[in-house]
Nanobody
Framework: QVRLVESGGGLVQPGGSLRLSCVAS????????MGWYRQAPGNQRELVAI???????NYADSVKGRFTISRDNAKNTVDLQMNSLKPEDTAVYYC?????????????WGQGTQVTVSS
């Protein structure tokens, strides 16, 4: 069993910053991908950023240069530093863990945390 718990969402003005954090617990493989996705009302869930266990990152074009994903493998955490936030960044942000193989392989999601960018 794997559990993901996000924190750090909230209300911020345009141009502001927020930092999201996610902690994974349970049976976590040494090799995995962790990432952040978001879903705005009426839209499909979309990738924001992903990071492999070796530190390779990938970002959505819409957040490149503004968001930074990082992780701590020892603590099974992944963070998303969001700077220069825009109203269009408003969404529920979800943490995801991807690990393959064995009984505990699969895709795991957190419960989501709301980010609202508004003046």
């Amino acid at each position: 069993q794997v559990r993901l718990v996000e924190s750090g969402g909230g209300l911020v003005q345009p141009g502001g910053s927020l930092r999201l954090s996610c902690v994974a617990s349970g049976i976590i493989f040494r090799l995995n991908n962790m990432g952040w996705y978001r879903q705005a009302p009426g839209n499909q869930r979309e990738l924001v950023a992903i990071i492999t266990s070796s530190g390779t990152t990938n970002y959505a074009d819409s957040v490149k240069g503004r968001f930074t994903i990082s992780r701590d493998n020892a603590k099974n955490t992944v963070d998303l530093q969001m700077n220069s936030l825009k109203p269009e960044d408003t969404a529920v942000y979800y943490c995801k863990l991807e690990q393959r193989g064995g009984l505990n392989g699969g895709d795991y999601w957190g419960q989501g945390t709301q980010v609202t960018v508004s003046s």
